[in-house]
């Protein structure tokens, strides 16, 4: 086994020391002339001297007359995470202590603020160094530290080289976070996998290692919520081999598996009010002579036999058996995350993830939440007539459907015949990886649309 990303202490926000930590002043754009008419003289010419304009997202600092550092600022707008994210990268690698002016700054704000300050510590590294970046004394609450840590958990996981992240080191991180929290965890694999679980079974069957249902519990109050990822720790394309390119960065195929993790680790550190279920379908789509064929007929746990239409849709496969499983419990609400389709990329780009939902208010209150925290997802239809091409299989239900077009939407069509339309269910199809850097956003694993779901579910357990 691979040594555990997941430890105790691995995504602690370890407060710096703070004896020599000046105050980072956060203003607005709006109070940044009064802010500056509020400075001595000196910090007024030092400000001129160096022509420093105070617009959105610039920060710097000011230094004593004996050459001390006496303040940092940054002065942010509308997109406050990331320009304090920004700042962190911009400014010498400090300890500050966050300190807000004016009134017009929320509670929420400072911790977006300080979360843009967290992040920006985030480093891929195998020795787990945060980055040389400024850093802040105070200004953390716990809720900030939860998203913390479900942030970096999540894009740790995505980073980790499949040969490490297999199904089974998986389900060893999920028992790891699980046990943690004092949550109840069961692996399900081997012989009892293919008896209950046929279609996970079936897509996994060709790898070295088998597949598993990762299965967890915690929490006995409030609104029972089911969290579902898809976790394909590789994604070859099986028979329908995928080309080079194509197969470069599909470690990242369990990015559904790590957002559902994240999320849960952030919900059992805040101590959400929650009866919280997290279900995690882990396989590796691998080549073979047990690797599943094209328009081979298989057996799903819902018992609804399925035509697989192509082996490298094998996410919908095994989501199809853990959404079954899933509705059993009649969760208050289901999520689902998945590197799902190539067509949700196309019709929204890498960077925001699409929402489909059962219920309208539901899409709505995830998409709002969403632009709150400057984390989008944006919902596309489950559009009804679509459901015929996944009726034209052959032999049994299509899990692809013939047409090539409006492929993320029949892909949530066919989650939807395992889920039914009844239940309180949102599927996020996600690309779980950033491109290139932003600040706070390194290249490599992210977490995309995970605050939003949180603030969701924070709503549901508030009644």
């Given at each position: 086994?691979?040594?555990?990303?997941?430890?105790?202490?691995?995504?602690?926000?370890?407060?710096?020391?703070?004896?020599?930590?000046?105050?980072?002043?956060?203003?607005?754009?709006?109070?940044?002339?009064?802010?500056?008419?509020?400075?001595?003289?000196?910090?007024?010419?030092?400000?001129?001297?160096?022509?420093?304009?105070?617009?959105?997202?610039?920060?710097?600092?000011?230094?004593?007359?004996?050459?001390?550092?006496?303040?940092?600022?940054?002065?942010?707008?509308?997109?406050?995470?990331?320009?304090?994210?920004?700042?962190?990268?911009?400014?010498?690698?400090?300890?500050?202590?966050?300190?807000?002016?004016?009134?017009?700054?929320?509670?929420?704000?400072?911790?977006?603020?300080?979360?843009?300050?967290?992040?920006?510590?985030?480093?891929?590294?195998?020795?787990?160094?945060?980055?040389?970046?400024?850093?802040?004394?105070?200004?953390?609450?716990?809720?900030?530290?939860?998203?913390?840590?479900?942030?970096?958990?999540?894009?740790?996981?995505?980073?980790?080289?499949?040969?490490?992240?297999?199904?089974?080191?998986?389900?060893?991180?999920?028992?790891?976070?699980?046990?943690?929290?004092?949550?109840?965890?069961?692996?399900?694999?081997?012989?009892?996998?293919?008896?209950?679980?046929?279609?996970?079974?079936?897509?996994?069957?060709a790898a070295e290692i088998g597949p598993r249902l990762i299965d967890f519990s915690?929490?006995?109050?409030?609104?029972?919520?089911?969290?579902?990822?898809?976790?394909?720790?590789?994604?070859?394309?099986?028979?329908?081999?995928?080309?080079?390119?194509?197969?470069?960065?599909?470690?990242?195929?369990?990015?559904?598996?790590?957002?559902?993790?994240?999320?849960?680790?952030?919900?059992?550190?805040?101590?959400?009010?929650?009866?919280?279920?997290?279900?995690?379908?882990?396989?590796?789509?691998?080549?073979?002579?047990?690797?599943?064929?094209?328009?081979?007929?298989?057996?799903?746990?819902?018992?609804?036999?399925?035509?697989?239409?192509?082996?490298?849709?094998?996410?919908?496969?095994?989501?199809?058996?853990?959404?079954?499983?899933?509705?059993?419990?009649?969760?208050?609400?289901?999520?689902?995350?998945?590197?799902?389709?190539g067509a949700a990329r196309v019709a929204l780009g890498?960077?925001?993830?699409?929402?489909?939902?059962?219920?309208?208010?539901?899409?709505?209150?995830?998409?709002?939440?969403?632009?709150?925290?400057?984390?989008?997802?944006?919902?596309?239809?489950?559009?009804?007539?679509?459901?015929?091409?996944?009726?034209?299989?052959?032999?049994?239900?299509?899990?692809?459907?013939?047409?090539?077009?409006?492929?993320?939407?029949?892909?949530?069509?066919?989650?939807?015949?395992?889920?039914?339309?009844?239940?309180?269910?949102?599927?996020?199809?996600?690309?779980?990886?950033?491109?290139?850097?932003?600040?706070?956003?390194?290249?490599?694993?992210?977490?995309?649309?995970?605050?939003?779901?949180?603030?969701?579910?924070?709503?549901?357990?508030?009644?």
């Open positions: 086994m691979s040594a555990l990303f997941y430890t105790d202490t691995a995504y602690q926000l370890a407060a710096p020391q703070t004896d020599s930590a000046p105050p980072l002043w956060v203003i607005s754009q709006a109070n940044s002339q009064s802010w500056h008419e509020g400075l001595s003289a000196f910090h007024q010419q030092s400000l001129a001297s160096q022509n420093i304009t105070l617009s959105g997202g610039t920060a710097g600092l000011l230094l004593d007359e004996t050459g001390h550092i006496a303040m940092g600022y940054v002065i942010v707008t509308d997109s406050l995470i990331w320009q304090a994210a920004a700042a962190a990268q911009t400014l010498p690698a400090h300890s500050y202590t966050l300190t807000a002016y004016g009134d017009d700054l929320s509670a929420d704000d400072l911790q977006l603020i300080a979360l843009g300050f967290a992040l920006a510590r985030y480093q891929l590294s195998k020795e787990g160094v945060s980055r040389d970046v400024a850093s802040l004394a105070t200004g953390f609450d716990d809720e900030t530290a939860a998203l913390y840590e479900g942030i970096s958990f999540c894009r740790d996981l995505i980073n980790a080289p499949a040969n490490q992240m297999t199904p089974a080191q998986l389900a060893n991180e999920a028992v790891a976070l699980a046990h943690h929290y004092g949550a109840d965890c069961e692996v399900i694999t081997g012989a009892d996998c293919e008896a209950r679980f046929p279609a996970l079974y079936t897509v996994g069957r915690w929490g006995d109050t409030g609104p029972a919520i089911t969290l579902v990822g898809k976790g394909i720790t590789f994604d070859s394309g099986g028979l329908d081999l995928k080309p080079s390119k194509a197969m470069e960065m599909m470690k990242k195929d369990m990015g559904g598996a790590a957002h559902v993790l994240g999320l849960a680790a952030a919900i059992m550190h805040s101590k959400l009010p929650v009866k919280l279920r997290v279900l995690i379908a882990a396989a590796e789509n691998a080549v073979s002579e047990k690797a599943m064929r094209p328009m081979d007929v298989i057996d799903t746990a819902a018992g609804i036999k399925v035509e697989v239409g192509n082996t490298d849709a094998e996410g919908r496969l095994v989501l199809a058996d853990a959404l079954d499983l899933a509705i059993k419990d009649k969760p208050d609400f289901l999520l689902d995350f998945a590197t799902l389709t890498t960077e925001c993830p699409a929402l489909f939902c059962n219920e309208a208010e539901t899409a709505q209150r995830i998409m709002a939440c969403g632009l709150a925290a400057d984390d989008p997802v944006w919902q596309l239809p489950l559009f009804e007539p679509y459901e015929r091409f996944l009726d034209a299989g052959h032999m049994a239900l299509s899990s692809t459907g013939q047409s090539g077009y409006g492929g993320a939407i029949t892909a949530a069509l066919f989650l939807r015949r395992f889920t039914g339309k009844e239940v309180n269910w949102a599927h996020i199809d996600v690309m779980a990886w950033n491109l290139a850097s932003r600040p706070g956003r390194p290249r490599g694993g992210e977490a995309m649309g995970l605050r939003a779901c949180y603030a969701y579910i924070k709503e549901l357990a508030a009644g």
